[in-house]
């Protein structure tokens, strides 16, 4: 293979915008750049764009496109599910969340607590698995919100989501779940799972950055995040934008086609290079449960070695993978999911997320599968943390 191509395997972080994505979206960048609030024709037929959107979008989710709120990101939605229920029910100060979601979660539940607000953080075990026990004996009268994520970012582990909502409501609590890594690789259906928040982001999908969504379910209580004009319903306001949107619905309408591949083919790839470093490279391992994960994830900890070191010796071969969540990039500690999972300090620094998408081909993984071993060689020979 030319070294000079990118092998990308770093699909959970970000996704390129599929070209037909972005050939969907050029025309409202140009001739079709009105706003869809004007009383005019010219801005007012992107309305239309804007609603076919939202119509592929809920198609994706088994929603109706009602409740289908259009935002800028994953972060966005995030915050706007847990501090929309959290000021529509104003007497309720407590939260439940887990040790192991993304930042967009974990920080705004620490901002919260700071705030007064009591935030419990339920537990995962040594294979990633949520303790639902502990979740439901946390519950209590002044809990407002639970939010779980649908699968973890770095392990790709999914979480009983269904399970989780049932609880949650069993007890009159809302249930938010961050499902930005799970749309578009595993079947989700919201007319057969009582959730009534999600989140999702564009560009983990082949959408581009700066467009999500927030689902709300129809008679859920939420009160606007962004307040402004009347967009969106009155539930975010903001002029659409526009050509991100026609984008997202695109891509929805893909990830819809694609499912099986990315059930199948995608996951035989991911499978193929899992096994292929196991077997190659000594003293490593996955993380997370791996017959409850999503298709295209492995997290692979390689003990004696520094994930930077890997990291940056893949990317001289032109590789990209990730050592955690792109949010936390630069840190120095181990991620807090491997904490959380209990990984033993002298793998948790040498964790590396391999995350696959339909674009990648039997090449790419032959290509990493073959280098990855010899990479993990030549750094535990001069490794200063132990076994070489």
């Known amino acids: 293979m030319d070294r000079g191509t990118i092998i990308y395997l770093d699909n959970n972080a970000t ?50 496109p009602e409740e289908i709120v259009f935002t800028s990101c994953g972060t966005e939605s995030d915050n706007a599910a847990v501090v929309g229920t959290l000021r529509a029910d104003p007497d309720k100060r407590h939260l439940i969340t887990t040790k192991v979601e ?21 537990p995962v075990n040594r294979q990633g698995e949520l303790d639902v026990d502990f979740l439901a004996d946390s519950i209590r009268p002044d809990t407002a919100i639970v939010s779980v994520m649908w699968a973890n970012n770095e392990t790709g582990v999914i979480f009983p989501v269904e399970e989780v909502a049932e609880i949650a409501h069993a007890n009159g609590v809302v249930f938010h779940t961050d499902a930005v890594q799970a ?3 595993i079947p989700i259906n919201l007319a057969e799972t009582p959730v009534d928040l999600l989140s999702l982001s564009g560009h983990k999908m082949h959408a581009p950055k700066g467009i999500g969504v927030l689902y709300v379910r129809r008679g859920t209580k939420l009160t606007p995040f962004m307040i402004g004009g009347h967009q969106e319903h009155n539930r975010r306001g903001g002029t659409e934008n526009t050509a ?24 035989k790839l991911r499978d193929a290079l899992e096994a292929r470093i196991l077997a190659g490279a000594p003293d490593c391992f996955v993380n997370g449960r791996r017959d409850t994960r999503l298709p295209n994830t492995t997290n692979i900890s390689f003990e004696y070695v520094e994930g930077e070191a890997i990291l940056l010796k893949l990317d001289q071969l032109g590789i990209c993978a990730s050592s955690g969540s792109a949010c936390t990039s630069g ?43 010899e990479i993990i060689t030549e750094l535990r020979a001069i490794s200063p943390y132990g076994r070489k």
């Open 331 to 373: 840190s120095l500690e181990p991620s807090h999911v491997m904490r959380a999972m209990g990984v033993p300090f002298t793998a948790a620094h040498g964790s590396i997320r391999f995350s696959l998408t339909v674009y990648n081909t039997e090449e790419d993984i032959d290509f990493v599968a073959e280098h990855v071993p």
């Open 244 to 267: 991100s949107i026609v984008g997202l619905g695109k891509a929805a309408e893909l990830a819809a086609e694609r499912i099986v591949d990315e059930t199948t083919r995608v996951r």
């Open 183 to 185: 749309v578009g690789k």
């Open 15 to 64: 996704t390129m915008v599929a070209p037909e994505v972005l050939g969907a979206m050029q025309p409202f960048f140009s001739k079709r750049y009105g706003n869809p609030s004007s009383m005019h024709r010219f801005g007012g037929s992107v309305r239309h764009d804007i609603d076919e959107a939202r119509a592929k979008v809920a198609h994706l989710l088994g929603a109706t």
């Open 102 to 122: 993304h930042p967009a979660i974990r920080s705004l539940c620490q901002f919260l607590a700071k705030e007064r607000y009591e935030v419990t953080e339920v």
